[in-house]
C-alpha cells in the first residue's frame, strides 16, 4: 500500500507523520507532501529537534501535493478536515482516496454510513417540504420554517457528529516546543493504531 500525508506546507505535521511512519513495522510505501508547500523548504527546527528526540530524522526536503503524487498513493490521509475538503475540491477525480488521519484510523464504517444515511434523509425531507411549499415567504420566513420542519433530523445529525472523535492534528507551526512535542506524540499515538489497522487488513 502507498500512503500519502498530506498538510498544508510538508514542514510540520505531514513530514513527522512520514518519519515516524517509516520507523515502524508495516509493509506500506510513506510519502508526505503539503497543499501548499513552497518547492525543496527544510522542516521546521522545532520538528527536526522533537524528532532527533527520538532518534529519527526527516531526510527529504517540503514537496508540493500534484497529481502524480495522488495517482501514486492508494490512500491519502490529511491532518485535518480542512486539507481533506481542499484536497476534494482541487482534485475531485481522486475523493475516494482522501481521509483525515484520525478519521481513517478512528472511526468505523458503520459509523460514517450512519452519519451519511442521516444527511441523506435530511436533504430528501428538505426536497420535499420545499416541493410543498406554495404560499410566497421570505428567505427568513424559509428558513425558520426549514429550521422547524427539520428539527428531528438536524438533532439526530448533531448527536451522531458530537459521538465521533476530533479528527484533526494539532498544527504546530510557529509555536514553542512543547506544542511539537504535543503533535509528535499525537501523531504517533494515532499511527500506532494505523499500523495495527493496517495488519489487520493484511491477514
Known amino acids: 500500500m502507498n500512503i500519502l500525508f498530506v498538510c498544508t506546507g510538508n514542514t510540520c505535521r505531514s513530514p513527522m507523520a512520514e518519519t515516524l511512519m517509516k520507523a515502524k513495522e508495516h509493509d506500506a510505501e510513506i510519502k508526505s507532501a503539503g497543499i501548499f508547500a ?3 523548504q527544510p522542516i521546521a527546527d522545532n520538528a527536526i529537534e522533537v524528532l532527533q528526540e527520538f532518534g ?16 501514486w498513493a492508494d490512500i491519502v490521509l ?3 478536515e480542512s486539507h481533506k475538503q481542499t484536497l476534494a475540491l482541487q482534485y475531485p477525480e481522486f475523493e475516494d482516496k482522501f481521509f483525515t488521519l484520525k478519521e481513517y484510523v478512528y472511526i468505523s464504517e458503520d459509523q460514517w454510513r450512519h452519519l451519511t444515511d442521516l444527511y441523506t434523509l435530511l436533504e430528501e425531507k428538505r426536497a420535499w ?6 404560499e410566497d415567504l421570505t428567505e427568513e420566513e424559509l428558513e425558520q420554517h426549514l429550521l422547524k420542519e427539520l428539527a428531528d433530523e438536524i438533532k439526530a445529525i448533531q448527536k451522531a457528529e458530537h459521538e465521533l472523535p476530533n479528527l484533526n492534528i494539532v498544527d504546530p507551526y510557529g509555536q514553542n516546543i ?3 512535542r504535543k503533535t509528535r506524540d499525537e501523531l504517533n499515538q494515532t499511527l500506532n493504531e494505523l499500523v495495527k489497522k493496517l495488519t489487520s487488513k493484511n491477514k
Request: aromatic share 6%.
Open 38 to 40: 513552497g518547492a525543496n
Open 56 to 71: 529519527l530524522s526527516f531526510d527529504n526536503t517540503s514537496t508540493q501535493v500534484d497529481s502524480e503524487l495522488l495517482e
Open 78 to 80: 490529511s491532518m485535518t
Open 129 to 134: 417540504i420545499l416541493s410543498q411549499i406554495s
Open 178 to 180: 512543547e506544542v511539537y
